[in-house]
Structure formats: structure tokens, C-alpha cells
């Protein structure tokens, strides 16, 4: 059994399960204060319709035969309370099954979410979390040492999530391959950060740079996870500061900062002492800490009475053998010419497959709405547009930094002219807009009607570009924008609609 115990990862351990837990902490909360509107009763896209065909989808949910408000949001309460304290850390002060319960009640409660909530929770960052609750849910207590079997099938998702992304964008669009992805990527991802207009003004060569320094971080550094102290180490240092660039560039989610913290899984305490001398080097307990007996103590760990603990070792290994089991279908997605992005094979969305950004956007176009109280809605008429929290809107604001706490609404608007309009969830956000309903204006960050329902609203599209240095110095203004065209016509209710029929 001395292979068995990481005696040498503690930091490593208490990174990934308070990392883990606060990130499902703001998963929770996200959905809290979004989910009643987008996917609510009266959402957008209502569950309670959604669950009419469900049991086709097979699908594991705490809401699989009933759904409502309440009920919903008494399981993010319930998530929320359990993924606090395990940031708290008491129920690793407990036995071993106190912290493997906590985190598997995340699981099953955000699982729950997540598959009814259809196209808002259709992210790759929401499986990746769920992978990882359920990971990291056997690195038990502080009464036993961290198991190495789990350790090394945390670093195997990181090296999925890595490699799978590196290996989508060298099959994907040629501007990864010729390095020109970054003149564009800064300027065109989903969510603009405070700084990404700085990294876009960028000279080329830095953005050639970044695209190598890209390739290098995902298809070379994933596979030095798996070796030795101090290289696995110094490998996770490379992924955790090339996941921090990500993060002062854009707005992610929590996507990022989960990579960030599952690299942990490949540091050695002796490392972080390295760095951080006041980290003592050795912190795990003398009851596992003294080795096989014969070096330097006269007991094996665990003792052979100890059912308790042995209990934990089969939990353990029976929990990798099944992760390693459903490894076989990502490995092999991994290595064929017809990769798949973002994927799960099971339905409990354990161990898969991961990518994003195969191509880049070249131009950004967003998605205008509008709205106005004038009775006809011609060209000229008194035209307002509705304000997002995180989607840009006027040229001279700065883009916010949300992550890791996403904005569902705001990220499904960019996804709109990639794909088109004509979504039905679109056409019911406006509908809601000219109801001037409470809870989807809530969503935004301005309602130009100030709760008054606008008689007409619309949809147009716009090129929105980043100025440069030259032309903010002249205009004070970081977007310049180029209207396109209307591509929703004026809408507006129905009489027996506006009365509520």
C-alpha cells in the first residue's frame, strides 16, 4: 500500500477539493439567479414541456418526473450549502465517506440541472465540473492519506481536457496551423474582458507567439503531467500560467479556472514548500507518513484490523477501475481523424471528451435588440436597445470580467449569428421583452423602457471591431460599430396577448 498513498500531495488534495467545491459554489449560484427565467416554469425554454418527451432522452434528474421553481431552487440551496462547507473544509475534517458524500450530492443535484436545462446548459465547462465532482469525491478525508489511483485520473482529465483541445485546433481551421489565430481570437471570442481590446492591439508577432506558445502548452506539456517530481510539477506550473493569460484575456466561464485547479493534481508538496518556503515540505500525518514497515516503522498502513480503512481502498480502486473502464471511448476519440468536441459517452457524463475554439471567428457580429413605444415601427421611429450584462453594447464601455460566473443568456446571444436568428428560445426572450416581463429583464443589465412594455422590438445585426490606439485617442470610443441589417422585423403582441389571453 505504500504506492497507494500520496504522502506527498496534501496541497494537492486541499486545492482540488476546495478548488472543485467553489467552483460548484458559483455553478450553483449562476443557476440560482438564472435558471427560474431561462429554463424556469415560465422560462424561455420551460422544463416542464421539456420533460414531455424526456423519457426518451433517458437522462439521470432529480426533476426527471416532476419540476418546479421551488423545487429547483431548494436543490441550488442545498448545493450551494454543501459545496460552501466543503470549501470550509469540515467535511474533510471527518471520516473518509463525509467529504465522498458531500461531493457526490453535488454531482447528482448539478447532473440534475444540467440535463434539463438544454441549450443554456449546453457548455463543455458543465460536463467538465461533473467529471470532476465525481473525480474528486474519492480523494477522502484528512484522516486518511490522498489516494494516488484518483490523482493520476485527475491529471487524465486535464491531460484530456489539454491535449483534446490542442489536437481540435491543429484538425481544425488553418489559422492555427499557419499561427494566425490570435489577430482575430481576442477581438471575436464569445465574451470580451476588461483587457482584451490591450491583447488584440498586440503586435502580430506576439499573437504568432501566443499560438506557438499555445500548441506547445497543449500537445507537449500534457504529457510531462504524468512524469516524476519535480517535471509533473513544473508542467502543471506551465498549464496554470497559460490558463491565467486565458483569464486576463476573456471571460470563460469557469473553464479556466477549473484547469487551473485540477493541475494541482500533478504538484508535489515538495514543490510548493519549494516556492512557498513557509508550506512546511512534509504534511501528511505520521500514521501514514513513515512507509512500509522496515523504514522507520514497525506497522503496515493500513493495519490489518483496520476494516474501516480497507473499506476505503476498495471504494477507492473499485471507483478507478470504473473511470478507467469508461476511459477506452475518449482515448479513442482522441487519436481519430473524426474528433469529437465537448461529448459525453455515458449518461452520467463521467470521463469525456473535451475541446473548444477548432476555428476562429474572423469577424465579430453581434446580435442588436431593440425595442419602441412608437405605434409604427418604421426606420425612423424612437428605436432603444436593450443593454446585456456581459454581450457588448455601447462602444465607449469597457468589457466586464465575469468569470468565472457565467452569463448563459449573454453567451447563447453571441452563438446566434454563427448559427441563425430563428431559434425558438430567441423569439420566446422577445416575446418576454415586449411583456416587459420581470424576471427576463432581470437578465440584462438595462431595460430602456424602465418596466414599461414597448410596443414593437426587433432584431438587427452589427460588426463590432475594436478600435485602435489612433482612433480611441480621437474618439474615446473601443468598439467601432458598423450596422448590418434587421433580421427580425418588428414584432409586437397580439390584443387578447397584451390582455393576457
Known amino acids: 500500500m505504500a504506492w497507494f498513498a500520496a504522502t506527498d500531495a496534501e496541497v494537492a488534495r486541499w486545492v482540488l477539493q476546495r478548488g472543485v467545491a467553489a467552483l460548484f459554489f458559483v455553478a450553483f449560484l449562476s443557476s440560482l439567479n438564472q435558471f427560474p427565467a431561462l429554463v424556469g416554469e415560465r422560462g424561455l425554454a420551460p422544463v416542464p414541456r421539456y420533460l414531455e418527451g424526456f423519457h426518451r432522452v433517458r437522462r439521470p434528474s432529480l426533476f426527471r418526473y416532476r419540476y418546479s421553481d421551488r423545487l429547483f431552487r431548494w436543490a441550488a440551496a442545498v448545493g450551494l450549502a454543501v459545496s460552501g462547507l466543503l470549501v470550509l473544509g469540515v467535511p474533510q475534517a471527518g471520516p473518509w465517506w463525509v467529504p465522498l458524500a458531500a461531493f457526490l450530492v453535488l454531482w447528482g443535484l448539478y447532473m440534475s440541472i444540467v440535463n434539463v ?9 458543465e460536463m467538465l465540473l461533473l467529471e470532476a465532482g465525481f473525480t474528486v469525491a474519492f480523494l477522502g478525508s484528512d484522516q486518511v492519506p490522498p489516494p494516488r489511483p484518483i490523482l493520476i485520473l485527475v491529471v487524465w482529465l486535464v491531460f484530456r481536457l489539454e491535449f483534446g483541445a490542442g489536437m481540435i485546433k491543429i484538425r481544425g481551421g488553418a489559422e492555427w496551423r499557419d499561427l494566425t489565430a490570435l489577430y482575430y481570437h481576442h477581438e471575436t471570442q464569445p465574451m470580451p474582458g476588461p483587457l482584451s481590446r490591450q491583447f488584440h492591439l498586440l503586435p502580430k508577432w506576439m499573437h504568432r507567439s501566443e499560438v506557438v506558445g ?58 510548493v514548500h519549494w516556492l512557498l518556503p513557509f508550506v512546511p515540505e512534509r504534511l501528511s500525518s505520521a500514521a501514514w507518513n513513515a512507509g512500509p514497515p522496515g523504514a522507520g516503522r514497525t506497522t503496515a498502513w493500513p493495519a490489518p484490523g483496520d476494516w474501516v480503512t480497507w473499506v476505503w481502498v476498495g471504494v477507492v480502486l473499485a471507483a478507478s477501475l470504473l473511470l478507467l473502464v469508461l476511459s477506452w471511448w475518449p482515448a479513442k476519440n482522441l487519436v481519430s481523424s473524426r474528433q469529437l468536441m465537448n461529448a459525453a459517452f455515458n449518461r452520467w457524463q463521467l470521463v469525456n471528451t473535451y475541446g473548444a475554439f477548432g476555428s476562429v471567428t474572423k469577424n465579430r ?21 436593450y443593454r446585456f450584462r456581459g454581450k457588448p453594447g455601447e462602444p465607449e464601455r469597457i468589457p466586464r470580467q465575469w468569470a468565472p460566473y457565467h452569463l448563459r443568456l449573454d453567451w447563447l446571444m453571441w452563438f446566434l449569428p454563427l448559427r441563425t436568428v430563428h431559434e425558438d428560445w430567441f423569439y420566446a426572450f422577445l416575446v418576454k421583452l415586449l411583456a416587459a416581463d420581470p424576471a427576463t429583464l432581470r437578465l440584462l443589465r438595462e431595460d430602456p423602457f424602465h418596466g414599461e412594455r414597448p410596443r414593437w422590438v426587433r ?32 414584432l409586437t403582441l397580439r390584443e387578447n396577448e397584451e390582455a393576457g389571453g
Open 117 to 125: 436545462g438544454q441549450t443554456f446548459y449546453a457548455f463543455g465547462w
Open 214 to 271: 499555445n500548441h506547445v502548452a497543449q500537445l507537449v506539456v500534457p504529457f510531462l503531467l504524468f512524469f516524476p517530481q519535480p517535471v509533473g510539477s513544473a508542467a502543471a506550473a506551465v498549464v496554470v500560467v497559460t490558463q491565467l493569460w486565458l483569464v486576463l484575456s476573456g471571460n470563460f466561464a469557469w473553464l479556466n479556472w477549473s484547469a487551473i485547479v485540477l493541475a494541482f493534481a500533478a504538484v508535489g508538496d515538495a514543490a
Open 365 to 385: 457580429v453581434e446580435i442588436v435588440v431593440e425595442g419602441t413605444l412608437d405605434t409604427v415601427p418604421a426606420e425612423d421611429a424612437d428605436w432603444r436597445e
Open 459 to 490: 432584431a438587427r445585426s452589427a460588426l463590432y471591431e475594436f478600435s485602435t490606439h489612433a482612433e480611441f485617442r480621437q474618439t474615446h470610443q473601443r468598439w467601432v460599430i458598423t450596422p448590418l441589417r434587421v433580421l427580425v422585423r418588428p
